[in-house]
């Protein structure tokens, strides 16, 4: 599973192949950690964009359509990133992540209450089997995590250096794919008992 593939319109990949994405979702990233440690904040901000309008472009020549989580990300680099550039202020791109963390947990938590199946559920449903209760509490612990991700973003934005903050949004790609190999397993092994009760 995959941060923001919670929210893919993609049909589900192959589970290995799911977690693999957060590898292809933080590339802007990593285009971000290279500019900015030779060029500098704005530098680094233009080419984030740019990193992210490619992105957005790769998917669409790829599957003819683009994930809405991907959509998100761009509309908030293409906002708060020409307004960082515009305005001359990097405090508006550091606040991206944590605004980003929020619309996640948002829309995450939402499916707990509305559907037949939480977003979670909808990613991973077709290669795992679990009960509604595993699926519901595998969706809430997503929640809470890009939560406390969100809220730990705005203290290396407000209590750390600039230099020290962009180490940490570079160790977010680590982070969330580590959250994502461990719920999968947790799931997978939850998964076999299930088919077995049957």
Do not use: C
């Not at 290279?34 to 790769?58: D, E, F, R």
């Not at 680099?77 to 992540?97: A, E, Q, R, S, Y």
């Not at 995450?108 to 089997?129: D, I, N, W």
């Not at 705005?154 to 994502?180: E, N, P, Q």
Request: glycine residues 6%.
């Amino acid at each position: 599973m995959r941060a923001a593939a919670a929210f893919a319109i993609i049909p589900a990949p192959p589970l290995h192949k799911a977690l693999m994405q957060p590898l292809y979702d933080f590339l802007p990233i990593l285009a971000f950690f290279v500019a900015y440690s030779l060029k500098g904040i704005y530098v680094a901000t233009g080419v984030l964009i740019a990193a992210t309008l490619v992105q957005v472009l790769v998917q669409w020549v790829t599957h003819r359509r683009v994930q809405p989580m991907t959509l998100i990300s761009a509309g908030l680099v293409g906002l708060l990133g020409g307004l960082t550039l515009w305005l001359h202020n990097d405090l508006l791109i550091m606040w991206k992540p944590t605004v980003l963390y929020v619309l996640f947990a948002l829309i995450l938590g939402v499916s707990q209450f509305t559907g037949k199946a939480t977003v979670v559920e909808r990613l991973l449903g077709k290669q795992l089997t679990a009960d509604a209760a595993t699926w519901r509490l595998a969706n809430v612990s997503w929640v809470v995590f890009f939560l406390v991700l969100a809220a730990v973003n705005l203290y290396f934005v407000y209590a750390t250096s600039r230099d020290t903050w962009v180490k940490w949004k570079l160790a977010t790609i680590g982070i969330v794919f580590g959250f994502a190999i461990l719920q999968a397993v947790w799931l997978s092994r939850r998964a076999p008992a299930r088919s077995g009760d049957r």
